[in-house]
């Protein structure tokens, strides 16, 4: 976007008048714009989404707003000023730039030549005295650093919740608010969540699918109060998941795409180009490409990756794989495509970038940010069935509590069984749990894992996308049998965070249903405890709160507390710290450890 001055000092201070009282225009704007008188009638606007920062670099940082035009056949001119000081009176850096309906109206500026680890503030005006909110944000450190917080969040479905998560994110002491995908959801209004549980509506009222769809969705969602203050008080570092375009998205089609939908490389090029325009992204000349790192001096590579869109392969689907006339997998044939190096998750490019960022670098922790779980996930067949049972039928809008049940029950039995009888069949044939994951990718995993454990790299993987909290230890996979190696020690962990408004297993599986709390409690910490037994290096497993997680990396550990919020069906809430882990650096040291929650 390039910077014009067309619209005179004069005309500005005019139009400040005209306004007068509604607003007051901090004297630093005034300046942002050109001497010469203004030939144009320009459209008159307000700002009604709020600002945003993101992308901090140790000497730049991208700064957003849009115009809420009342003539979108216009152009809009918008100054932009940034100060040291929340009063605006230490300016460092100015301009104005246009934007019209080209680009929805969105402003995005790189502001350039900041100084490392320093708060800025900024703010932008417009014509009849419009101004925004003052927005705060930060660059990256840069040298020898002590600390950093992250706070990590993801899948925020506005129809089914508040976004208190949000609100609680927006004052914490966060340095940088990664966000791991799923801003907005598509669907059309009472299809996720269903009429019964929908809290608020979505905008369009139908499933996303065009460009003005996916823009109004995006516009919707940024009028939530609780993500407006979020953004404007926090730099946020994001990538998209699955549901910026359609439900398990791949880069050949999706789950939620059907063929009387259109062309699914025109959706998603439309998803891709209002992504760009409402997020507080970096955007490069290749708009598919949004993978990059982030360096917090000498202590954290932060490496954010696209495992959805970009060049992941169609995910592998165990019906394709049963036996005739059985209920029974072909386990060779399955094997063959989940070891299969042609399929890829990443992407030869991307693949290469995230092994050169985060390998290449010196700092303490390597950090990758992504959606899907690394983590692996394998449960017993006879559960893994069960629970294929339960999903065809909530598919079908059958009743399924009596399978819920019976899940219920065998889970407890196969936790008793993990006691008594650790090496029995019943839980040694395993197999992953959900192959839309790292689990289905076999190969792009192990690559990374065994290059972490080769180079003696701290590897904390951080992911979002299931509406789940879990924490695991990270091993690699032995080249020739796939058989997880533990002998060598782990080669780090991973922190994964529950949804900001999405459900959880308790739909799933059944025990969010119960009315009586206590029980409801009862039965989900038991699903709980029967899961982390059952799954090997799973270390931690929240089933069904919404929240966030707040990690903090520094040079002699990295910690996350998971924060959760007690509803998302009003605005009043309360929030806590449910449970915080840590793990120290070094060979020998990269395994989770509990840490006691203050009383």
Known sequence: MSNRADLSRRSFLKSVAAGAGAVSVPAALTGCFGDDDDKRDLTVFVFGHGVASGDPLADAVIIWTRVTPSDTGAEAQVGWVVATDEAMSNVVASGSVYTDSKRDFTVKVDVTGLNADTVYY??????????????????????????????????????AGYFNVYNEIANSDADVVLHL????????????????????????????????????RYAKYRTDTALQLAHQKKPFI?????????????????ENHGEDEGSFEERRAAAIQAYHEWLPIRSGADKAKIWRAFEFGNLVNLTMLDTRMYARDKPLDYKNYLVPGTTDIDAAAFRADLENRNRGLLGAEQQT??????????????????????????????????LGEIEEK????????????????????????????????RLTEAAPYNLDAWDGYFPAREEILQRAQMLNKNLVVLAGDTHNAWASDLYPADANTGETVRSNGSVGVEFATSSVTSPGFETYVGFGAIPDPVTRAEQQAGFELAVTKLVDDLKYLNSAQRGYMLVEFTPEKSSCEWVYVDTITSETY??????????????????????????
């Not at 009222?205 to 065009?210: D, K, R």
């Not at 996930?377 to 069960?386: A, D, Q, S, V, Y």
């Not at 598919?395 to 029995?424: F, H, R, W």
Request: with cysteine; proline share 7%; net charge negative.
């Open 181 to 216: 995908g799923d801003y907005i959801y598509e669907y059309g209004a009472n299809e996720y969540p269903p009429a019964a549980a929908q809290v608020r509506e979505p905008d369009p009222l139908v499933e996303t699918l065009t460009l003005t769809h996916y823009r109004a």
């Open 122 to 159: 900024y703010q932008f005006a417009g014509k009849d005295g419009a101004v925004t909110p003052v927005g705060q944000t930060r660059t990256l450190p840069v040298g020898s650093v002590d600390s950093v917080k992250l706070a990590v969040c993801s899948c925020a479905n506005l129809p």
């Open 394 to 425: 909530i598919k079908a809008g059958e009743d399924a509590s009596v399978t819920q049940a019976a899940v219920a029950g065998l889970l407890v039995e196969l936790a008793n069984l993990k006691d008594s009888d650790p090496t029995s069949t």
């Open 574 to 599: 309360n929030a806590s710290v449910r449970k915080k882990m840590e793990v120290k650096p070094g060979y020998g040291n990269r395994t989770l450890t509990d840490v006691p929650l203050a009383p």
């Open 353 to 386: 970038f995230a092994i050169g960022s985060m390998f290449n670098s010196t700092a303490t922790w390597q950090v990758l940010g992504q959606q899907v779980l690394m983590g692996r996930i394998f449960i017993p067949i006879e559960l893994l069935t069960k």
């Open 238 to 254: 994001c990538v998209w998941d699955d549901h910026e375009l359609a439900n398990d998205t791949w880069k050949g089609g999706a």
